[in-house]
């Protein structure tokens, strides 16, 4: 969702007028399209903060999964 009040973007510093609309999170659309190209890079390569908070991701829905089947004491 765009937001008009926002003027420049965190990452390039750019003007709204320069790079359009800024989403949400403050990002242009070329930063938002570097950001994630970055994101999933790092967890093809299997290292960086992307990776290890998409496997931390993973261990918590594992261990919920087994907590609920009863697999798993807490």
């Given amino acids: ?5 926002y003027k420049r973007c965190k990452d390039c ?3 709204t007028a320069d ?6 999170t403050r990002l242009c659309m070329d930063c938002a399209a570097r950001r994630r ?6 967890i093809a390569a299997k ?3 992307p990776y290890l908070r998409q496997q931390a991701r993973q261990y918590m829905e594992a261990r919920k999964a087994l907590l609920d089947a009863g697999l798993l004491s807490s």
Wanted: aromatic share 0%; hydrophobic share 35%; net charge neutral.
């Fill in 1 to 5: 969702m765009a937001r008009i009040d």
């Fill in 13 to 15: 510093n750019r003007h």
């Fill in 19 to 24: 790079c359009g609309t800024l989403s949400h």
């Fill in 37 to 42: 190209a970055e994101n999933a890079l790092s």
């Fill in 47 to 49: 290292q960086g903060a």
